[in-house]
């Protein structure tokens, strides 16, 4: 058992993470930035003044948990797959930090079902059932993780399911067209392979792993915080292909996952972006946003009899603009965004009594008369409103 003080992480009926019983959107990130600034903050602080509630611990590195603590963070420990022949070492570092204030959850192994250009798993399914067993009976006040990429079958990672609380998929859509081939991209350049290659494909691929997760269980969309040209080494890289999210392509992809079903977003890359690059103003506004809205983020979805018409713009409509309903102290936050290549013109309706909405992040409000919301959506937008009345 551990002390009576240890933090606990549990979820709730909907995969909300329950951190001491709170329920949290999770906001977190792999690593911090390259490398400290000159006011002498630590990385560490530096993601926590983004909003960000966990980082990833560098493996069996106290120092570095208690850093991270002290930074007001949380953390994830990735303790690999369990070795048949010798679980001491695993069993160790459990017991070691199992009780360390920092820790939030476990990691086994990263993308277990997928190997670059190969239908065979790099890890199969039973060593990490195994593993995830020795880790809840050590420690069963703190989940585990697991993280696949975008590929592979449902029924392939459904397979995982029983090794892991939370699911997570890393999904990074921003490439440049005609980038030379390298690890983890296919032959057309793509990261991932729906027909979709749009940055809307992170909705799809969050839809696909709800699947895998199921209902009711914590997911986490691994989302894109760096340049695929920059992984390369300085030397080969071109500098005409380093392409990061801009912030209206990071916030559609946040809101994106989150109307889908992400009950948290974790960003991967941000230890390979230097801090000259407009991503990280990008991104801190983003983050501030979600932030600002993380009551409402955490609290369970309602049902509203609300239904989003699209009007005619001269075009067809794919999958068109998606919503998702939030309650949060009397009021009704509707998060919406349009997941077309193409602009759109919406009609919301059955809003009730609601006669006004404020659009968050936006500096405007849009009336509601007889229940009916009309707004315009460039192509790939997000429209977050609070209405003044509830449904």
């Keep these: 058992m551990t002390d009576e003080s240890t ?14 019983g709170e329920r949290r959107f999770l906001l977190g990130a792999y690593a911090p930035p390259p490398a400290e600034p000159a006011d002498g903050r630590t990385a560490y602080r530096e993601l926590a003044d983004l909003g960000l509630t966990v980082v990833r611990a560098p493996t069996e590195d106290e120092s570095a948990l208690d850093a991270i603590a002290g930074a007001g963070l949380r953390a994830w420990v990735c303790v690999g797959a369990l070795d048949r022949e010798s679980p001491a070492a695993l069993e160790d570092t459990v017991r070691r930090f199992r009780a360390h204030p920092a820790l939030l959850f476990w990691e086994t192994v990263d993308e277990p079902a997928w190997t670059w250009n190969s239908a065979e798993a790099r890890v199969p399914p039973e060593p990490l059932i195994e593993t995830y067993r020795r880790i809840r009976a050590l ?97 080969a890289q ?19 996952a989150i109307i889908h079903g992400a009950t948290g977003l974790i960003y991967w890359g941000l230890h390979r972006t230097p801090r000259d690059t407009r991503f990280w103003a990008d991104l801190r506004r983003v983050l501030a946003e979600l932030l600002s809205l993380g009551d409402v983020l955490s609290a369970p979805a309602v049902r509203p009899t609300a239904t989003v018409v699209h009007l ?10 998606r919503m998702l309903a939030k309650e949060r102290d009397g ?61």
Excluded at 153 to 160: D, I, K, M, R, W
Excluded at 238 to 256: G, H, I, K, W
Excluded at 342 to 370: F, K, Q, S, Y
Aim: with cysteine; charged share 20%.
């Design 7 to 20: 933090p606990t992480t549990g979820y709730d009926t909907d995969g909300m993470l329950l951190i001491e």
């Design 139 to 235: 420690d069963p006040d703190h989940l585990v993780y697991l993280n696949h990429a975008p590929t592979n079958l449902v029924s392939t990672l459904q397979a995982y399911a029983p090794a892991t609380d939370i699911t997570a998929c890393d999904v990074y859509p921003v490439i440049p067209p005609g980038i030379r081939l390298q690890y983890a991209l296919f032959s057309d350049g793509l990261q991932g392979d729906l027909l979709n290659s749009a940055i809307s494909q992170v909705g799809e691929y969050t839809t696909k792993m709800r699947q895998v997760a199921g209902e009711g269980r914590p997911l986490c969309m691994v989302l894109q915080g760096f340049a695929w040209e920059a992984l390369r080494d300085p030397s």
């Design 331 to 391: 009021v009704l936050y509707v998060l919406t965004a349009n997941t077309d290549k193409n602009p759109a013109r919406v009609r919301i309706e059955g809003l009730g009594p609601a006669t006004g909405a404020t659009v968050l992040g936006e500096d405007r409000a849009v009336r509601i008369r007889g229940g009916v919301l009309t707004d315009d959506y460039a192509p790939f937008d997000v429209h977050a409103y609070a209405l003044d009345a509830v449904l």
């Design 238 to 256: 071109d500098r005409r292909m380093v392409l990061y999210p801009t912030y209206e392509q990071s916030r559609f992809m946040a809101y994106d």
């Design 312 to 321: 005619e713009m001269g075009h067809s409509v794919d999958r068109g603009v």
